[in-house]
């Protein structure tokens, strides 16, 4: 257990832990203080100056990121002595800066612009040429760089050196022709990329997927989970709702949850937004015709009572709770259920950082709630059953033979072959239309709840299914 000491920050007194660093314990309690080469999964570098603090005792201010906590320290952040100190270095930030604010991709979420606006340091004293540099360097991997817009903290080297270990940026030339790049020939090849792009405090890195769909102060954002893979890692999602428009997800971020994720996400976790938004199945159909939800209820209701050999096959991309109500249908029915879904498993894809070789976010649920994915039972079930209920399941896609001679109920939230021979297919809200609860692969439990505006054209999966148990 490490040892807590006392410190005085602004003459309050706070606990902080002895020998960390000072720049963690003023996060911590959030207060304020300018930073931009320092990021806690990056650790200090010490280039940047800008967290100058006073303190009791030293001559000189000195930087929050590389003076560790000691017992009685007394600290100022704020004072015109200090704050003049912090302008100085700012301005010598902003010397070779270019006036892009207006329309940098960054403007909202730039911490330049932030410290600027807060300095109110608005007449420019430097009367000098601006250094040019390049502004559109396409990195790869959906990263652009804008060399005038850097401010040289080195987060996305080190990003690349101590993280993913693939070591493709470095700074060249020297002095205040220091620009960051790749190397000679090479691209930005980590499958983690992306993420110098939140690294980046100012707009010199952007998303080439996001820059220019949105400004950010017009989306709204939610807390989630990415469900491409079993990890569940904890993202932000930014979407929109514009008149007359569908609620669109324009962008997923990492939010940090030390226990799952770190900092960070993988890019195809990131980039998996745009399924949320496309080829979505959005309508009720009883043998091929569109129906309105209460016939399809009725006809749902109709063939259950009517059918004696069930089958229900749920996936591992359904909530804890929408699987408590499939086994429920199941009790209620004297159904067999299945949770076999092999074909998310992907040894390719997992990796040492974050991606698992499960490509779902919920198979561990199976365990707790006793759903069995056995492949033997399944298919002895699949052999007897004259109706078979699929739930976001995909596995019958490409072998619909397989269900030759059965009825079938197909309840999904995109398009898919089943729903051209389903006897009744139904369009249910996507992952992140609903709520719900998801168990990750080392057993965390995880809870989704959504603030987009639904599609009321898709049906809540888990209140269908309630409404269904109720009325059999
Ligand atoms: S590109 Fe961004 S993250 Fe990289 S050194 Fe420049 S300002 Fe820092
Ligand atoms: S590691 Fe898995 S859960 Fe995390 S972002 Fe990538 S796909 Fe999503
Ligand atoms: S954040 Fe402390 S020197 Fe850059």
Redesign the pocket.
């Known amino acids: 257990m490490s040892e807590m000491v006392k410190i005085s920050i602004n003459d309050k007194e706070f606990e902080a832990q002895k020998g960390s660093l000072l720049i963690d314990a003023l996060l911590e309690e959030n207060i304020h203080i300018p930073h931009f080469c320092y990021h806690q999964a990056l650790g200090k570098d010490g280039n940047c100056r800008m967290c100058m603090v006073e303190i009791e005792g030293q001559k000189r201010p000195q930087i929050a990121c590389d003076t560790p906590v000691k017992e009685g320290m007394i600290v100022r952040t704020k004072g015109e002595k200090i704050e003049k100190v912090r302008k100085d270095i700012l301005e010598l930030q902003l010397v070779n800066h270019p006036l892009d604010c207006p329309t940098c991709d960054q403007a909202g979420e730039c911490k330049l612009q932030d410290y600027y606006m807060d300095s109110g340091f608005y007449v420019n004293r430097v009367n000098v040429q601006k250094n040019h540099a390049l502004k559109r360097v396409d990195l790869g991997r959906n990263v652009m760089l804008d060399q005038e817009r850097c401010v040289l903290c080195t987060r996305c080297v080190r990003f690349f050196k101590n993280v993913t270990k693939t070591n493709e940026l470095g700074v060249h030339s020297r002095a205040d022709h220091s620009v960051i790049g790749t190397f000679p020939g090479m691209e930005l090849q980590s499958e983690y990329a992306m993420n110098v792009v939140d690294l980046c405090p100012v707009g010199a890195l952007t998303s080439k997927d996001f820059r220019f769909k949105q400004r950010v102060w017009f989306m709204e954002t939610f807390e989630a989970?990415?469900?491409?893979?079993s990890?569940?890692?904890n993202?932000y999602v930014d979407h929109r709702k514009e008149k007359y428009e569908d609620d669109t997800i324009f962008r997923f971020r990492p939010k940090v949850n030390k226990a799952v994720?770190g900092h960070f996400?993988?890019d195809?976790?990131?980039l998996?937004y745009k399924k949320e938004n496309e080829n979505r199945f959005l309508t009720m159909q009883c043998n091929q015709e569109t129906e309105t939800l209460n016939n399809a209820k009725a006809s749902v209701i109709k063939t259950l009572k009517e059918e004696k050999n069930i089958l229900i096959v749920v996936s591992p991309m359904l909530s804890c709770e929408e699987l408590k109500a499939a086994q429920q249908l199941a009790v209620k029915t004297h159904a067999s259920i299945s949770g076999y879904a092999p074909y998310y498993f992907d040894e390719s894809f997992k990796d040492e950082l974050?991606?698992?070789h499960d490509?779902a976010?919920n198979r561990k649920a199976y365990e707790t709630i006793n759903i069995s994915e056995d492949e033997r039972q399944f298919n002895a079930n699949l052999a007897q059953a004259s109706l078979v209920i699929i739930l976001e399941n995909s596995y019958f896609e490409d072998k619909p033979t397989l269900l030759n001679g059965k009825k079938v109920i197909h309840l999904t939230s995109h398009n898919s072959a089943i729903n051209s021979f389903a006897n009744i297919a139904i369009g249910i809200s996507s992952f992140l239309e609903k709520n719900g609860t998801y168990i990750n692969c080392d057993g965390i439990q995880q809870e989704v709840i959504s603030k987009i505006n639904k599609d009321t054209r898709a049906v809540d999966l888990k209140e269908f299914l309630d409404t269904i148990n109720s009325m059999l």
């Open positions: 989970i990415c469900k491409g893979c990890k569940g890692c993202i994720n996400i993988c195809e976790g990131r998996s974050l991606r698992t490509k976010p």
